[in-house]
Structure formats: C-alpha cells, structure tokens
Nanobody, 125 residues
C-alpha cells in the first residue's frame, strides 16, 4: 500500500517562498510519476506541476517560472519549491503519484492512483 504524506504548507506574505514535501511509503519510488495539484475554495482543481520517472517536467501556466518540482530518490520525497508567491496561489495542495512507464506522466488528478491528504498554503497580500 502506497501512502503519501505532505508537509511544508503554511502562511506567507506575497513575494515569499515555501517548500512543500511529499514523502512516499510503500511501493517502488523509482517507478512513480508524480505531481502536485491544488484547489482553492470555489475553484476547480488544477495541475501545478508534474514530474516523470526520469525527470521530464510540466508546469501549469500560472506557476511557470516561479515553482520548481523535483524529487529526492534517496529520501523517497517529492519537492515543490514555490517562489514569488501570490495571493492567488492560496489553496490546498495535493501530492499525487502513479506507477508510470518511462516517458509517461498522468494528466488528470483522478488518473493518479495514490494521493495525499493535502496541505494548506495561504498567501497574504
């Protein structure tokens, strides 16, 4: 059974930075494609960033150039570095993972078999 545990959320002022972590237990971490989604109250869930097994990345348009996704295989942890945060980044952030072929990354939240409980990020103006 694969479990994902997010940490690192919190409150920050606009222009600040946060780092989200997602540690996986169970399964074979090297076989995962992974990503982050977020959902703000009253808004649809959106993809923030996705990471393939061997490093291919994809970012949502709204975070391109400000956020960086990467993973630490030794620690079985997915990281999301968030810089130049804006109030519109306020949301609950979810870590997701799935067992993927090399070169493939899931696109929709419901395509990922494994999902974390979410961590809150609040950015004040």
């Amino acid at each position: 059974q694969v479990q994902l545990a997010e940490s690192g959320g919190g409150s920050v002022q606009a222009g600040g930075s946060l780092r989200l972590s997602c540690t996986a237990s169970g399964g074979s971490f090297s076989s995962f494609c992974m990503g982050w989604f977020r959902q703000a109250p009253g808004k649809e869930r959106e993809e923030v960033a996705a990471l393939g097994r061997i490093g291919s990345v994809r970012y949502g348009d709204s975070v391109q150039g400000r956020f960086t996704i990467y993973k630490d295989n030794a620690k079985k942890t997915l990281i999301l570095e968030m810089n130049s945060l804006k109030p519109e980044d306020t949301a609950t952030y979810y870590c997701v993972a799935d067992i993927c072929a090399i070169g493939h990354v899931e696109k929709r939240f419901d395509e990922y078999r494994f999902r974390g409980q979410g961590t809150q990020v609040t950015v004040s103006s």
